[in-house]
């Protein structure tokens, strides 16, 4: 007699593991955005098109009066899209979710509720011991944007600040070779008959990339240097055309430099950006040649470089003129901001969805690798072997 047919597959039958359905649910986030006081900074983390966005989805955010300024965002642009404006500084830092674009100093911290969340750079190397202490004392949790990644591993924040940064040291080079400027009176731009501007950069990274594709736009002669082979091809495929590229040898150099109007350095290192550009070599450079080091914010890769501000932006040594601004970005804060909310946006309205941080500390990756304070308690490796503190592994703190 034949058996009836059972309805489940043979699949079906065997024994399955047990899942548990984790439950997502949306909540509402208050973000306070307070005015940055830092050294010429006048960027600010959110546009009003971005607060929109947020507002639109049931969020809160409120901002210091003014903090849009820099950026060229008035208050009452921020309140037409939906965020409040308040002049109590306090108030601000009261909400739980802060964001910044400079690390909030001691003064900021000491006005922050226990238990916030703040995300803001942290730049390691202007940092100390104390400042880790006095997050850790109020239990914050806090993340550094310039360590977080995307889906392709990559760091959004670093890549879009290094490609305004690429950008802005040749359109500043082009300034300061302007007679206007008590430069040498060159002018980029490929003339009929006029031999064109001689560019070295060093470094094939991003602002490498960034400068050599404006110079090039420009009309500038490009010459590349970088010790990573892998660099400069991807450099040569990405720019899509045939650049001089060599590996850093000084006889090489020495011959560019010599012959080079602008020199742009953006070498960076692990602790320190390395001198890849001695006193003698720049004592040869053309007397009225430019330095832009954008790797000045790690210590310079010129030898003679030092840093200035966006007021005294240069000096000049050996009759060349240096510039050594560290935060360049900041000299197009408008730019810098859209493109710094652009990164912001996404993520705030994930956090919103996913039911806040904790929940979005789990599922996303790449928002974990930006973490360094969790609850007062320090999770980054590197800042713990850096400044010779304890730390603990993210995994085990919040699974």
Same mark, same amino acid.
């Given at each position: %007699?034949?058996?009836?047919?059972?309805?489940?597959?043979?699949?079906?039958?065997?024994?399955?593991?047990?899942?548990?359905?984790?439950?997502?649910?949306?909540?509402? +986030?208050?973000?306070?955005?307070?005015?940055?006081? !830092?050294?010429?900074?006048?960027?600010?983390?959110?546009?009003?098109?971005?607060?929109?966005?947020?507002?639109? !989805?049931? =969020?809160?955010?409120?901002?210091?009066? &003014?903090?849009?300024?820099?950026? =060229?965002? *008035?208050?009452?642009?921020?309140?037409?899209? #939906?965020?409040? $404006?308040?002049?109590? @500084?306090?108030?601000?830092?009261?909400?739980?979710?802060?964001?910044?674009?400079?690390?909030? @100093?001691?003064?900021?911290?000491?006005? %922050?509720?226990?238990?916030?969340?703040?995300?803001?750079?942290?730049?390691?190397?202007?940092?100390?011991?104390?400042?880790?202490?006095?997050?850790?004392?109020?239990?914050?949790?806090?993340?550094?944007?310039?360590?977080?990644?995307?889906?392709?591993?990559?760091?959004?924040?670093?890549?879009?600040?290094?490609?305004?940064?690429?950008?802005?040291?040749?359109?500043?080079?082009?300034?300061?070779?302007?007679?206007?400027?008590?430069?040498?009176?060159?002018?980029?731009?490929?003339?009929?008959?006029?031999?064109?501007?001689?560019?070295?950069?060093? &470094?094939? &990274?991003? $602002?490498?990339?960034?400068?050599?594709?404006?110079?090039?736009?420009?009309?500038?002669? /490009?010459?590349?240097?970088?010790?990573? +082979?892998?660099?400069?091809?991807?450099?040569?495929?990405?720019?899509?055309? @045939? $650049?001089?590229?060599?590996?850093?040898?000084?006889?090489?150099?020495?011959? *560019?430099?010599?012959?080079?109007?602008?020199?742009?350095?953006? /070498?960076?290192?692990?602790?320190?950006?390395?001198?890849?550009?001695?006193?003698?070599?720049?004592?040869? %450079?053309?007397?009225?040649? $430019?330095?832009?080091?954008?790797?000045?914010?790690?210590?310079?890769?010129?030898?003679? *470089?030092?840093?200035?501000? !966006?007021?005294?932006?240069?000096?000049?040594?050996?009759?060349?003129? =240096?510039? #050594?601004?560290?935060?360049?970005?900041?000299?197009?804060?408008?730019?810098?901001?859209?493109?710094?909310?652009?990164?912001?946006?996404?993520?705030? +309205?994930?956090?919103?969805?996913?039911?806040?941080?904790?929940? *979005?500390?789990?599922?996303?990756?790449?928002?974990?690798?930006?973490?360094? %304070?969790?609850?007062?308690?320090?999770?980054?490796?590197?800042? &713990?072997?850096?400044?010779? +503190?304890?730390?603990?592994?993210?995994?085990?703190?919040?699974?």
């Amino acid at each position: %007699m034949k058996q009836p047919s059972s309805p489940f597959s043979k699949q079906q039958l065997l024994p399955q593991e047990e899942t548990l359905e984790v439950l997502k649910q949306k909540r509402e +986030l208050f973000i306070g955005i307070p005015k940055e006081n !830092h050294y010429q900074e006048q960027r600010i983390c959110l546009t009003p098109d971005a607060v929109n966005a947020i507002t639109a !989805h049931g =969020h809160r955010v409120l901002i210091e009066s &003014g903090a849009g300024e820099g950026s =060229h965002f *008035s208050d009452a642009d921020y309140t037409n899209a #939906g965020g409040e $404006v308040s002049r109590d @500084t306090k108030k601000v830092f009261g909400c739980p979710l802060l964001l910044k674009v400079e690390p909030p @100093t001691p003064a900021e911290i000491e006005m %922050m509720h226990p238990q916030a969340t703040i995300i803001s750079a942290l730049q390691i190397k202007t940092q100390d011991k104390g400042y880790f202490e006095h997050l850790a004392k109020k239990r914050i949790t806090a993340i550094a944007f310039e360590y977080i990644k995307d889906e392709d591993g990559k760091y959004p924040a670093v890549r879009s600040l290094s490609e305004i940064a690429g950008i802005s040291s040749v359109l500043i080079a082009s300034e300061l070779l302007a007679a206007t400027n008590d430069g040498n009176g060159l002018m980029f731009g490929n003339i009929s008959g006029v031999p064109p501007i001689e560019v070295v950069i060093i &470094g094939a &990274g991003t $602002v490498g990339e960034f400068a050599a594709r404006s110079a090039i736009g420009l009309g500038g002669n /490009v010459k590349i240097f970088d010790n990573s +082979l892998t660099k400069l091809r991807n450099i040569q495929s990405n720019l899509r055309q @045939t $650049v001089y590229t060599s590996t850093i040898q000084p006889k090489n150099l020495l011959k *560019s430099l010599k012959r080079c109007d602008v020199a742009i350095g953006a /070498v960076r290192g692990t602790d320190r950006a390395p001198v890849m550009v001695s006193k003698t070599m720049v004592e040869h %450079m053309k007397k009225g040649a $430019v330095i832009i080091d954008v790797s000045i914010d790690m210590g310079g890769c010129f030898e003679t *470089s030092e840093i200035t501000s !966006h007021n005294k932006p240069t000096f000049e040594k050996y009759g060349v003129i =240096h510039y #050594g601004v560290p935060n360049i970005p900041s000299r197009y804060p408008k730019t810098a901001t859209v493109s710094i909310s652009n990164i912001f946006t996404p993520y705030l +309205l994930k956090l919103g969805e996913e039911g806040g941080l904790e929940n *979005s500390l789990r599922f996303d990756k790449g928002l974990r690798n930006g973490l360094y %304070m969790y609850h007062g308690i320090l999770t980054n490796k590197s800042v &713990g072997e850096w400044f010779g +503190l304890q730390y603990s592994d993210i995994n085990f703190l919040i699974f």
